[in-house]
């Protein structure tokens, strides 16, 4: 009888896969190992590049279930640098971004398709500017493992373009979008 329970249990162990669940991880701003940068074209001559310095957020990751990642980034809007403090006044003023009464911006993602060779198509819901549109990020799966300090990360790159009428933003020159480029890396709670 024994014998009959312990190869039962052998072969339930062999025969049904073991059910991974996704695990939950909170992005490293405190370490630098993650920025939100854009780039925006200046009167149709140059570019203009930049990033927010104040964020944080969390992404769930399963690597045997990507459709079911989830994102959640809250983003400081008055964090706004260019390193150039006057032309940072401005667009934070209410002539773009009105950081006094939009002081946050946040994304949430809707649906994760991975595409294969560690990309992966994120769409999710904007709010900017005191409006929420969906957009869509590119996005490539950089790796994972263990980290010097115990604990466990892993690393995503994406990219993504906003019409920044689509969310009420004045528009200068003949360009009417930002392209952002978003470095993520997270640790395992």
Avoid: C
């Avoid at 920044?164 to 200068?172: N, R, S, T």
């Amino acid at each position: 009888m024994k014998k009959h329970l312990l190869a039962l249990g052998l072969l339930t162990a062999i025969s049904v896969p073991s059910v991974a669940s996704a695990a939950d991880y909170a992005i490293d701003t405190e370490g630098a190992h993650a920025s939100i940068n854009f780039k925006v074209n200046h009167l149709g001559y140059s570019w203009i590049k930049g990033r927010f310095n104040t964020f944080d957020g969390t992404f769930s990751y399963d690597p045997m279930n990507i459709s079911g990642s989830k994102v959640k980034v809250n983003v400081d809007t008055s964090s706004f640098d260019t390193n150039h403090a006057e032309r940072d006044k401005h667009v934070r003023s209410d002539d773009f971004l009105d950081v006094n009464k939009y002081s946050t911006a946040t994304f949430t993602s809707t649906g994760v398709t991975p595409k294969g060779n560690g990309e992966i198509t994120i769409n999710g819901e904007l709010t900017l500017h005191g409006q929420t549109k969906p957009i869509t990020i590119d996005a490539q799966f950089i790796g994972e493992g263990d980290d010097p300090w115990g604990g466990y990360r892993a690393g995503f790159t994406g990219t993504t373009r906003i019409e920044m009428k689509d969310f009420g933003i004045k528009v200068m020159g003949p360009a009417s979008y930002a392209d952002l480029e978003i470095h993520v890396e997270g640790v395992r709670q």
